[in-house]
């Protein structure tokens, strides 16, 4: 084999390297983000390149346990950290426990859900077609 032949197999290894870093996989547990997610669920994080915006739904710490992690949808921006909500109010353990989080603490942002199959899409800011609690829709033109 040619050093040339070499080539594109070592740039498809870097690549899903680089990949790796900034991409992972998630399993939903728990039943705080229902409907939306739901335990079963497997989903396609990113690393978080950008702030958190009102509305994403984002892994995070958690400020009660640093080695387990969230899952949960932005709900607000303030200068004392971001707040997460469960879609699920009354199944969820969320900043009405334990008080906005520092947005460093925000670490991956929910992109797409790849399982089960009947459900494949991607996660947006809009819960099932509506804002987020507490999230006006924009205006339409």
């Not at 399993?27 to 702030?51: E, F, I, K, N, Y």
């Amino acid at each position: 084999m040619h050093v040339r032949g070499l080539a594109w197999p070592l740039v498809l290894l870097l690549a899903a390297f680089a990949a790796r870093r900034r991409l992972d996989v998630v399993a939903v547990r728990g039943r705080s983000m229902a409907p939306t997610l739901l335990p079963g669920d497997l989903l396609l994080v990113v690393r978080a390149a950008r702030s958190p915006r009102v509305g994403d739904v984002v892994l995070a710490h958690d400020p009660r346990d640093p080695r387990r992690e969230l899952i949960k949808r932005v709900e607000a921006i303030g200068a004392r950290g971001v707040r997460l909500a469960g879609d699920n109010a009354a199944g969820s353990t969320d900043a009405r426990s334990f008080g906005p989080i520092a947005a460093e603490a925000v670490r991956w942002r929910v992109m797409a859900r790849y399982w089960p199959p009947r459900r494949i899409g991607p996660i947006s800011g809009l819960s099932r077609g509506r804002p987020p609690r507490g999230v006006r829709p924009p205006p339409t033109c």
